[in-house]
DNA sequence: TAGATTGTTAATCGATTAACAATC
DNA sequence: TAGATTGTTAATCGATTAACAATC
């Protein structure tokens, strides 16, 4: 068994080239070559080529890759062919709004626990679901094997509720929470730090712009 | 003049590094060393000292770096001595979310216009603000000279959104579509594809975890 | 077969890290 | 001054891209 690392970026990519080849199967296309394909990703097509290559030989010399068939293997390959279970955590406003969002739910990911530890929404339905208390966290994913956790809550608590998380067997989080926090080797924390995105856009428009826009 | 180009990442870790350091000099810290420091960010040393050497020269040899000074240099580089108006785009569940998130204006980003084409919204008050036909996107923006624009629309009509946020002079986007879009070489695309990111966590977990969760 | 395109190796590019002279 | 730590150069590492033999 030999342990090729693949990187990270590789496997977003992938999702990336999954959502261009559903399009393209839409469209009726059967096949194209990697230089097509990259041109459409923005990309090298050996890029694509070796991205691809990682996970088996999907195309045919002469040819390039049948899009159906691609599209087939890379929802295997990136885990898809199953629907997922998430638990969210935190009913603040980014939790709230997360759990209204229906984009989840369309790609297979579906929230079916919620926990916030304020005992004004434990007990109340939000989109179908009644919030539990972060006591319940540990019992109640470790009973539905729920693997997906999704972090929303304050800064201060965001390490114990992931503590929490991980000891109910999660094993990745998507964390929204912008703060440094540590999971085991074997927990992928997927970090979305909206604060900063926007500071790197400050950053951009600072050194490249004309100055505007002021806000006092 | 010299064009020295600054990794994107750098620019990331700078505010990551920025947030660390608000922290310290709450807690009264005067100064740290950059092994100190990295120690905290879970980075290399010698990375934040070439970080930050990128904009000048900050620290003291034989002492470290002044948290109060070094903070203070990090949100002048960033653009964070000023507010910033951004105009959002598309008030579906996502952009609902958002308008209702608080951190944007913590951080001093206020969402100061609210678009959207559906004719049932335009003229609803949300958060204080009267949201405004897609229509209006170029002579608003234009008139108050707003610079970041948040895309949270239907991938079918992003980019048809997104070129009007340009023309109206936006330099800066954080883009919620999962979707290929093209924007001037001028202006900064800054992508947030959820659904990417949990496809990297399915990933993952089919790698590494055990099966498990399965929903039918 | 001839033309096209893959899969893969080798070259290039860029980012991270180690090392150390400069200097507080 | 002696000890510590910076700023910066050089070495290392990893990811992207060019090139091409294999092969449809």
Redesign the interface.
């Known amino acids: 068994m030999k342990a090729i690392k693949i990187p ?1 970026k590789t ?2 990519r ?3 080239y ?3 080849l559903e399009e393209l199967e839409n469209d009726g296309v059967v096949s194209m070559s990697s230089k097509e394909l990259a041109e ?3 990309l090298n097509s050996a890029q694509v080529r070796k991205d691809l290559a990682y996970f088996g030989q999907f195309g045919v010399r002469g040819l390039g890759y049948y899009i159906s068939a691609l599209r087939n293997n890379l929802e295997r ?4 062919k ?4 998430v638990a969210l955590v935190g009913l603040g ?2 939790g ?3 759990i ?5 739910q ?5 929230i ?1 626990a919620v926990f916030d530890q304020d005992p004004a929404k434990i007990g109340r339905q939000v989109e179908g679901i009644q919030v539990m208390g972060t006591s319940r966290i540990v019992p109640v994913i470790r009973k ?5 956790g999704i972090l929303a809550v304050p800064a201060a608590s965001a390490q114990a509720v992931l503590s929490l998380l991980v000891e109910a067997g999660v ?4 964390n929204f929470v ?3 926090l540590t999971v085991p080797e ?1 927990v ?1 924390l ?1 970090n ?18 004309r100055p ?5």
């Open positions: 990270e496997v977003t992938l999702s990336i999954l959502r261009c459409r990703f923005g390959i990136l885990g898809l199953q629907g997922w279970e406003n980014l709230s709004a997360l209204s969002y229906k984009g989840f369309e790609k297979g990911f579906t079916s539905r094997k729920i693997r997906i094993t990745a989080v998507l912008p703060a440094q074997s992928k997927q979305v730090d909206l604060s900063v995105l926007l500071k790197t856009l400050s950053y951009h428009i600072t050194r490249t712009g505007s826009a002021r806000k006092t």
